[in-house]
């Protein structure tokens, strides 16, 4: 299955489990698909419904999007603006850390794509203050030309997907985006994980999963969420609660930070559903039931994968 990568990275990108998101969704989008929490909005890029409403409360990532849906960004723009700036990269001491000042002073959307593509690990990560801090990766020549060959035809793609479609990019709340759906309308939501990584944009806490949950329950259409499972060390305590009576389906995930054997991390990932995904309905079973044994379900042979996110 081809994959459409788009050109901005995050820490909780979906890229190796889009296969698995994109078994599980209903097969016919009679209405709108939505996304609360778009993030990089590879889901939705993959999945390539008609009409989307995507949104997120990072502006930067909206006005990224946006910029490109009308054309003011794009390939041959990212292509000079790229060449540009990592010539300056390459030959000015701490040249990254200028861009990311002028990114936090002015908030141009090029700016943000190169501190996110020379960052650590292609992270976002934001201060209380709303700036960006994610460290240099120290390569000075981050930008060497088929890197930025790759960046830019992430752009076209993407530019390409977004063009021919009927999407909305809006920057709010998952509260006000859920309240914009449909019956017909699929929403799948990704929301920062409970209990796990947090910063800025990404502060989740339980008043907001229970939140969340109280909307998804009163939405007549269906929706899909992901979320965790466990890992070696702990279980998401909500599943056995908050989310108890809908279905579940898991999958592990391996993933891969920096390049260390050592750094590899394997999550069970979940799928919350209110109603029965339409490949696999044999499979499903009751959050509560796969609590007691920790069953496993891989969808396919490949169930181990790996995501780097460097
Ligand atoms: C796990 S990421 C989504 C990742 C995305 N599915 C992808 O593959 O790139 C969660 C996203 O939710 C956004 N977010 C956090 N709190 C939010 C809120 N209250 N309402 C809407 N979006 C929120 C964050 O900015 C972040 O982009």
């Known amino acids: 299955m081809k994959i459409f990568v788009p050109p901005i990275k995050s820490q909780g990108i979906k890229t190796k489990l889009v296969p698995w998101i994109k078994e599980v969704i209903p097969k016919k989008i009679n209405g709108t698909w939505i996304e609360p929490f778009m993030g990089t ?14 949104a997120d409360t990072n502006p930067h990532l909206i006005n990224f999007y946006n910029e490109i849906k009308h054309d003011i960004i794009n390939p041959n723009i990212v292509k000079h603006y790229l060449e540009e700036e990592g010539d300056k990269l390459l030959n000015i001491e701490g040249y990254y850390y ?6 936090n ?3 141009n959307p090029l700016d943000f794509l190169f501190i996110n593509r ?8 934001f201060n209380r203050k709303g700036g960006h801090n994610v460290p240099f990766c120290k390569k000075p020549n981050r930008f060497a030309k088929s890197y930025i060959t790759k960046i830019v035809n992430q752009v076209d793609n993407i530019q390409k997907i977004i063009q021919n479609s009927d999407y909305t990019f809006i920057k709010q709340n998952f509260e006000q985006t859920i309240a914009m759906a449909n019956n017909e309308d699929v929403i799948y939501c990704d929301p920062p994980y409970i209990d796990r990584y947090v910063d800025y944009y990404n502060g ?6 229970n939140n969340l949950k109280m909307l998804l329950s009163q939405f007549a ?3 899909i969420l992901s ?11 909500y599943l056995k609660t908050i989310w108890k009576k809908f279905n579940l389906l898991t999958k592990e995930h391996f993933y891969h930070l920096g390049g260390s054997e050592n750094n590899r991390n394997s999550m069970l990932e979940a799928l919350i559903l209110n109603h029965q995904p339409p490949k696999i309905e044999n499979k499903i079973v009751k959050t509560q039931k796969l609590f007691e044994n920790l069953l496993y379900m891989p969808t396919s042979n490949k169930s181990l994968e790996r995501t780097s996110i460097c």
Do not use: C
């Open 118 to 125: 020379a960052g650590f690990n292609g992270m976002i990560r």
């Open 105 to 107: 002073d002015f908030h």
């Open 41 to 54: 909005g590879v889901v939705a890029f993959n999945v390539r419904p008609n009409q989307a409403i995507l």
């Open 221 to 223: 259409g269906k929706f």
């Open 98 to 103: 200028e861009v990311r000042k002028r990114f």
């Open 204 to 209: 989740w806490n339980e008043d907001d999963e």
């Open 227 to 237: 979320t965790w499972h466990s890992n070696k060390y702990r279980e998401n305590e």
